[in-house]
């Protein structure tokens, strides 16, 4: 048992482990409003300071407000209407570029590309971006006679250290996010260096687009096998539920009834009468609130002759509008309500895209999972579409055996269709069994006269059975070659890098608690 002797035995340990935790506390942030070191080992979900980690990399709040108010403006710049579901868009793009910004930091630093101070200069030097022209011409500096910008005045200048000093903040601001971009560049080029295609690729990829084949095949179609063929016992969904039982996690909720005053679509276009019934809907609403505070929402809705309460169940995930009706919008206030006060609280007046609504809140239930009957149906779909490919495969194989003739066997066959000389190129698409990769790679290797195993499309289990077959024409694909190369090469070498950057993001542990905070 854990008794006193056992404290007493184990306090060294107690202490320095005390102790341990002190020093990385004040080492990351200090004894006073810094870093709390626990958030950082066990990553908190309720952190003050931390909106998410990528890996080990934290995300603060701050970084975090920064980030999406940067795209909020960028949307009004442009005359963009920022909405309730636009603002929840500015929110996932901002968490996207933090994420990305700590990979590719990572990955910068990693490979040592790093930028230097003289690449910044000569970058500025030798290619100013528009952008930065721009900022000089509005000082009135390195113009000519046109009003143009002067490359040669604004390179003499610089050599000649003859920049004013009233530029200094200029240039440390372009210095700060050059060192940003030019690494980005550095990194971005290098992966896309290395998508380089070779001349065995090329060949293959213009014999899929160029050479033609004739083909007979018998097939299948997984649409005309009847579910009563199939058998899926119970024991079998519940397997399978159990199997994939984290896709069916739900949430924890809170049950919240609401009253509604809705803006009309004529007057929210409005925008003469658009202030004006608003402020009328909101002391309507104001006037709800303190009712229920005087007396209870129930008797609110009562007095004020409104239609009775409507429930939702409100999740803090962002997925599904978080529960909320969609014309609402994709109002976070409402969630955070519902989330940060006790059961039986009444709000204010939330505005929401078409009206305002007032929330009480009259229930809770806990996270866990929606129940095997509630999802039995949709599991038995998939799998009944897993059985029908397999049942076409195996009946098909073994008709195929007992006889070679197959517009025989089709019609003795009441799942065997037959197809003759339907002529396409090998990556075709082909009039029936559409296309495949499997398709496509084992038409790559027949040759006429050639028959294939049982082979799989997107909705039918085939064979068939190469007529005849283009012979490869080697001028024609030589005069080809150089620009199929270069086609193939741009588009390799331009997913090089987002390839890595997908990869990347899928690789590593990355925890998202903004919809714990906003």
């Known amino acids: ?56 990399s934290s995300i603060t709040h701050q970084a975090f407000i920064r980030a999406r108010d940067n795209q909020l403006a960028q949307l009004r710049r442009v005359g963009q209407t920022v909405d309730s579901r636009t603002y929840q868009n500015a929110s996932n793009s901002a968490w996207n570029i933090l994420v990305e910004r700590v990979l590719k930091d990572e990955k910068i630093k990693e490979l040592g590309l790093e930028v230097q101070s003289d690449e910044i200069y000569d970058f500025l030097l030798l290619t100013p971006p528009p952008a930065f022209q721009n900022n000089l011409k509005d000082q009135g500096l390195f113009t000519n006679e046109n009003g143009s910008f002067d490359l040669e005045s604004f390179q003499i200048g610089v050599k000649n250290g003859a920049l004013p000093e009233e530029l200094n903040p200029l240039l440390v601001q ?59 016992d119970d024991d079998t969904l519940l397997a399978k539920y159990n199997e994939d039982k984290e896709t069916y996690a739900t949430p924890e909720k809170r049950v919240v009834e609401y009253a509604f005053w809705e803006m009309p679509a004529s007057i929210k276009l409005d925008t003469l009468n658009n202030a004006i019934y608003s402020d009328s809907l909101l002391q309507d609403a104001l006037l709800f609130v303190d009712e229920a505070d005087l007396t209870s929402f129930a008797e609110a809705i009562t007095i004020s002759e409104r239609d009775s309460a409507k429930t939702v169940n409100v999740h803090e995930d962002f997925s599904n509008n978080s529960g909320l009706p969609f014309p609402w919008g994709t109002v976070r206030t409402a969630v955070r309500f519902a989330f940060d006060n006790a059961i039986g609280t009444v709000s204010d007046p939330i505005n929401i895209d078409n009206g305002i609504v007032v929330l009480h809140i009259t229930g809770s239930t806990d996270e866990g999972y929606r129940a095997f009957e509630d999802v039995k ?141 906003y």
């Not at 971005?188 to 033609?212: C, D, I, P, R, W």
């Open 1 to 56: 048992m854990f008794n006193m002797t056992t404290l007493r035995e184990r306090s060294h340990f107690i202490l320095w482990t005390l102790l341990v935790f002190f020093i990385l506390s004040m080492s990351v942030g200090g004894l006073v409003g810094g870093a709390n070191i626990l958030d950082l080992v066990f990553k908190s979900k309720n952190s003050r300071q931390y909106v998410g980690w990528v890996g080990n």
């Open 174 to 232: 372009w210095e700060n996010y050059l060192r940003t971009w030019l690494a980005d560049r550095k990194l971005q080029n290098l992966y896309n260096a290395t998508g380089t295609v070779s001349n065995f690729e090329v060949k293959m990829e213009y014999t899929k687009q160029n050479v033609n084949c004739t083909l007979d095949y018998i097939f299948v179609n997984t649409n005309s096998i009847a579910d009563s063929l199939i058998t899926i």
């Open 377 to 517: 149906s949709g599991i038995k779909r998939s799998l009944m579409r897993d059985e029908k490919k397999a049942f076409a495969k195996t009946h098909l194989t073994e008709k195929s055996t007992s006889s070679d003739d197959w517009n025989a066997l089709a019609n003795s066959d009441v799942f065997i269709e037959y197809v003759e000389g339907d002529t396409k190129t090998i990556g075709g698409t082909f009039t029936t069994i559409g296309k495949s990769g499997e398709l496509t790679g084992t038409l790559l290797a027949m040759e006429a006269g050639d028959v294939s195993p049982v082979l799989t499309t997107f909705s039918t289990a085939c064979m068939v059975k190469m007529t005849s077959k283009d012979e490869f024409d080697d001028g024609a694909y030589d005069e080809a070659f150089a620009d199929l190369k270069i086609q193939l090469n741009n588009t390799k070498s331009s997913r090089g890098y987002s390839n890595w950057l997908r990869a990347a993001k899928e690789n590593i542990e990355v925890i998202d608690n903004r919809a714990s905070f």
